[in-house]
């Protein structure tokens, strides 16, 4: 096994500058993702970006683990990023001028927030990359600004309309609600989620009190209230049962998380506070105010995003 030699003098100077080239090649692949759903790039051109990032960042580790020093190993990760980077420069040159994204737009889910010396490092020590949490406040505003608009986006279509809800049966109802879970599933960036609602004649229904619906960790499940589907007490709407599929996602978004949180735009302090409230949860049956007042409940409303843009 050849020894890895430091020599630090070098080690610095090409640390510079693959920290440089990494984060133009990040821009460009958060750049790739925001306008994959607008279709301005050709398939071709946006399948030749995929692959070249996917490629540089799978071969660089790899290769560099065969060299004789440490700064011949970084001085060839280095050249791999910039040789990456000039050809997919040159591949969208002639579409450049397209590429109008607003990145604080994008809630980044999916994502490896770690540093390319991170992963370099965690590569090495075989280190688990969930070890790492580094979003800040702002990036986790931005995240969740973006997720609340692009839920408004989707609740404008007309198949969710409460003009459409109200003429449904019960049966398309539980269709429409099924699609907006999907459509939600896909903005918080759920992997692991059971895309079917499971429908309960049994929760709690009376002119008082109602459970509309519940996230179960443990199966990865969102429970809907069945009966509140045919609008049988007139206290409750059913058309709130769409803001529901929201709330309870959001719980799902909250405890993955805290499960995986290199995968999510959610700062070390929110998922500390997450942590610490679902160990010490709350039910209603326990103390009404107080359940509602905790950090996951307050946070899960504010996902309830409604057609007119309130939550």
Do not use: C
């Amino acid at each position: 096994m050849a020894k890895m030699r430091a020599d630090i003098e070098k080690i610095l100077i090409v640390s510079e500058e693959i920290a440089s080239i990494k984060g133009r090649l990040d821009q460009i692949q958060s750049d790739l993702s925001n306008i994959k759903p607008a279709n301005v790039l050709e398939g071709n051109t946006r399948k030749f970006i995929e692959e070249a990032i996917t490629s540089a960042a799978g071969s660089v580790l790899s290769e560099a683990a065969h060299m004789n020093t440490m700064s011949e190993a970084l001085a060839l990760i280095a050249q791999t990023y910039q040789n990456t980077e000039n050809a997919i420069l040159g591949s969208i040159n002639a579409v450049s001028a397209n590429l109008k994204v607003v990145s604080s737009e994008s809630s980044q889910q999916g994502t490896d927030k770690r540093k390319w010396y991170q992963k370099f490092w965690d590569w090495l020590t075989r280190k688990e990359p969930d070890d790492y949490a580094t979003t800040t406040d702002e990036q986790e505003k931005a995240a969740d600004n973006a997720m609340k608009k692009r839920l408004w986006q989707v609740l404008q279509d007309d198949k969710y309309s409460p003009e459409n809800w109200d003429n449904a049966s019960v049966d398309e109802r539980k269709q429409i609600l099924q699609d907006y879970m999907a459509e939600v599933i896909r903005i918080y960036g759920l992997k692991d989620v059971r895309p079917n609602i499971n429908w309960d004649s049994n929760l709690t229904y009376s002119n008082t009190s109602a459970t509309l619906g519940q996230y179960t960790d443990n199966n990865h499940t969102v429970t809907l209230n069945e009966r509140v589907l045919s609008d049988r007490i007139s206290n409750w709407d059913s058309y709130l049962l769409l803001a529901t599929v929201s709330h309870e996602l959001r719980h799902a978004y909250q405890h993955e998380a805290v499960k995986h949180p290199t995968d999510f735009m959610v700062s070390e302090e929110t998922l500390k506070t997450w942590k610490n409230n679902f160990d010490h949860y709350v039910k209603p049956s326990q103390n009404y105010q107080r359940y509602r007042d905790q950090p996951v409940e307050v946070d899960a409303r504010n996902f309830e995003v409604t057609r007119d843009g309130h939550y």
